[in-house]
Structures are given as C-alpha cells and as structure tokens.
C-alpha cells in the first residue's frame, strides 16, 4: 500500500514539481491507520492531501503525504433541514451541485471551490460572504498519535475566518474522515457581495425568483470571469488572508487613500489585499516562471511551472513591499510544506 518516490506534480493545483520520499492513497479508515502506524513506526512527518489546491511546495517531502480518498455520501431529513455526511474524500464542488441540483440550499455561495470536503474545515472555505461554518455540524477525525476516531463539534472546532483550531492548536495532529452539514428549510439566497447582486441585478432578476441552483450558477459564471481555472494556468486561490485591521490603521490609510477598499469586521477592519497588492504595482507581474494574476491581484500564478521557491520568493517581496508601502502584514493562505 505504501509507494515510494511519487511525483506530486498532478497533485497540488500550483503544479509545482516535487517528489513524496513515501505516498500512501487511503480509502478507507483501517488503510489510514495501517498508514499511520507506518509513518509511527519510522517516525516520519506526515502531509495529508486532498485536491492539493491550499498548499506550497517547497520541495520534495521527506515524510508521508496520505491522500485521502474516502468516499461516501448520505442525506437525511431532519425537523430543521437536510442533515449530510459526506467522507473526507469527496470533492467540495461535486457535493455542492449535489445538494442545489436537490433544491437545498445554503451551500451555493461555495460553488467551485477546489478541494475536497476534508480540508474544507481546515481554514473553514468561505466565499461570497458565506462559510463552511454556517451549516457545520460536526465532523470525525483520526487522532494522528494513537489512531482514535473522535468528534469535534463547530464549537471545537474554534472556526475563524479563513481559520480553525486544526491551523492552530490541533494543527498536525487530526486527520478528518467525515464532515456533516445541516442545510436549512427556510433557505434564503445571500447575494449581498456586489459581484453577485449585479449579476442578477443584470438579469432583472429579483431575490424572489431566486434558486439555490440559480445562486449557484451565478456563483460558477462569476467566479470564471475572473479567476484562473488551475488547469489552465496554475495557482492556489487567494495567496494571502485579506488583513484585518485595526481602526486606528484602517482610519490612517482610508486618509491617505480614499478609494482603500475595506469592510468593518466587528471592530476591526478587513482590507481588501487584492486592493493593497494591485496599488503597489503586482498586477500582471512575471517573475521568472510565476507571476501576479492581471485579473486578480491576490492570486499567483505558476504558468510557467517554476519551483515552490519561485512562487514564496515573489510572495515574500509582495509582502515586504505591501509591508513598506501600507505599514499592513500580509499573510499567506496556503500552507508551505515541507
Ligand atoms: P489541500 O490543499 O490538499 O490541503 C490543504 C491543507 O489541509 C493542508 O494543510 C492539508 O494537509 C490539510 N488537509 C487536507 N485534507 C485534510 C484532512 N482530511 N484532514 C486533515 N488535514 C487535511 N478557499 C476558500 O476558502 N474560498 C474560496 O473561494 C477558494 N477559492 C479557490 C479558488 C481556486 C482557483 C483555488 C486553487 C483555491 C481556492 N481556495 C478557496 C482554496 C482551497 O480550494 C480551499 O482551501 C480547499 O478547502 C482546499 O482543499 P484541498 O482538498 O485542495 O486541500
Ligand atoms: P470580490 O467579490 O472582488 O471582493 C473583493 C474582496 O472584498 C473579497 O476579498 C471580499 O472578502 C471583500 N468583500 C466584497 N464584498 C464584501 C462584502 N459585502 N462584505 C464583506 N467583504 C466583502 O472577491 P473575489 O476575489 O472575486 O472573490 C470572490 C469570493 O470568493 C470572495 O469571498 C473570496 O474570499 C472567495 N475566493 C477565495 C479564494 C481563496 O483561495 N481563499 C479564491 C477565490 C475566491 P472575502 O474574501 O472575505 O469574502
């Protein structure tokens, strides 16, 4: 079951070439634990992977990257809604066309979100003004030291935005195997993020005749217009968090810069970093094989599918000059490995 020396190439969305020392493909629970034990027994570090599209590769990993391919998927009504279990080794947007294909909304703003429902509570996906935790349950995890199954429910799981305790206290130490989301009766469409409402505002069409199919597709043609499709030119979403701010810095800079574009966020601000990369000049910038998206600022891309240093090299010199320019701290989304 364990492989040795595996290319990992096609397997993070950034298509950064990088070799695992030992792979191991899991689709079932006792094959994660025959995995685990194996990682125990030699004291290796281990990656668990899902589509691969939040991570950096730095270079070749000298641990065990687990891919995770446990299937699964259940509906089953309950007084509130739809309650659904899905495995960790599911893909998010499949799971999400599953469920508006049904009529059931609440997951349609997370349309087209790469990845697999496994690490969706990792950073907790959100999009459009929409997360994962809005319609979280609870989810399964494996217990990376001894290989006990435990639950965590949304409080354990500590979720933030673009955030939760497995990218904090828990990190490196759970493997999650289920996922379980409740998806609400009395469903009412959310397309208040401008994007979305000028789409449909376009269409004459008003929150009444709305589906959760329709928001979905909205969603899909929205995000096409604008973001790079991995499997054309290589990227990893979002690289950094949008900031968030203090007042004091968001007051500051919205003086010296009056179209600084930025959302109260209780009480402090959340800056807009495609904004601030985009004003200090990165837009359609090319370094080497990796460059700035022209049509997103805060996505880079590998078109030229350069190495893992490449990409952190120019997300380091955004991040200094964003640093220089507006006295902000950006930080990456994607975990770099190893
Ligand atoms: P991976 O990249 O494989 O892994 C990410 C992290 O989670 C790693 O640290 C990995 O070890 C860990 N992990 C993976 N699976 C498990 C598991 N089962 N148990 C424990 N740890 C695990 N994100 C958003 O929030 N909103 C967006 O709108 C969005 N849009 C994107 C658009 C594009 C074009 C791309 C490329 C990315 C986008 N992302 C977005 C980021 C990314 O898709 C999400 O973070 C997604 O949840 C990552 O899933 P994955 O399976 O690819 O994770
Ligand atoms: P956008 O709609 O052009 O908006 C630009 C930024 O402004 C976004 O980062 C968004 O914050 C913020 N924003 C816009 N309207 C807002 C509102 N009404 N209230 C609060 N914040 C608002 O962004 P985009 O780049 O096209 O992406 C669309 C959505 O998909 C966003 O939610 C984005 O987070 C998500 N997305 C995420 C990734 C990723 O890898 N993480 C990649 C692509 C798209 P938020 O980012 O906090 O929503």
Redesign the pocket.
Known sequence: MIQTDIDLQPLNTLAIAARAAHFARVESLEQLREALAFARGRKLPILPLGGG??IVLTGDYPGLVIHMELRGLSLEETPEGTRLSAAAGENWHRLVMHTVERGLGGLE?LAL?PGKIGAAPI?N?????VELRDSFVDLQAVHIATGKLCEFSAADCEFG??DSVFKGRARDRYIITRVRLELPSDWRPRI?????GEYFARREQGAGTLTPEKVARAVIA??NS??PSPDEIPN????F??PLVDADLYHSLKKAHPDL?A?A?GERW?L????LIDRAGWRGRQRDAVGVHDR?A??LVNPGRGPGAEVTALAAEIAADVRAKFGVELEP??RYYP
């Open positions: 599209s939040n703003n979100i950073q996906i959100g999009a459009y003004g935005y673009r208040d993020y401008p994007a979305l929205v995000r604008k973001l990893a979403g979002s690289f968090k949008n574009v959302f966020a959340k807009a970093a495609a904004w997103q805060l996505v989304e994607p």
